[in-house]
């Protein structure tokens, strides 16, 4: 199964905050993660904001693919509603509701 952390970033362009680069570091999660969760991701908008997560419906839907997105599934990235920055990034433990 091919992975999807070894696509080109440049499919989804993106500008990280200050906030966003130093909670990735904390979180261990990488730049490669986050372009893939804003590819192969959900997005939803709520609060003024923009949403993108890898849930169960999107590792089973690119598992048929070939594309293994397991190790991104519950990674949400929030972004900023008008632009490309990402404000923050982290793993949610809690279930989606759809």
């Known amino acids: 199964m091919r992975n999807p952390a070894q696509n080109d970033e440049s499919s989804a362009p993106f500008v990280l ?3 966003a680069s130093l909670r990735m570091s904390q ?3 990488r730049r490669d ?12 908008h709520t609060r003024g904001a923009r949403y ?3 849930g169960r419906k999107e590792v089973r839907r690119y598992a048929g693919q070939g594309l ?10 929030l972004m900023a509603p008008c632009s490309n920055a990402v404000i923050t ?8 509701r759809n």
Do not use: K, S
Request: aromatic share 10%.
């Open 17 to 19: 905050t200050d906030h």
């Open 52 to 54: 993108f997560f890898v």
């Open 33 to 44: 993660q986050l372009a893939a969760v804003l590819r192969f991701g959900r997005c939803r």
């Open 68 to 77: 293994n997105l397991r190790p991104l599934e519950n990674l949400q990235v």
């Open 89 to 96: 990034v982290y793993r949610n433990t809690r279930p989606l």
């Open 27 to 29: 979180r261990g999660i």
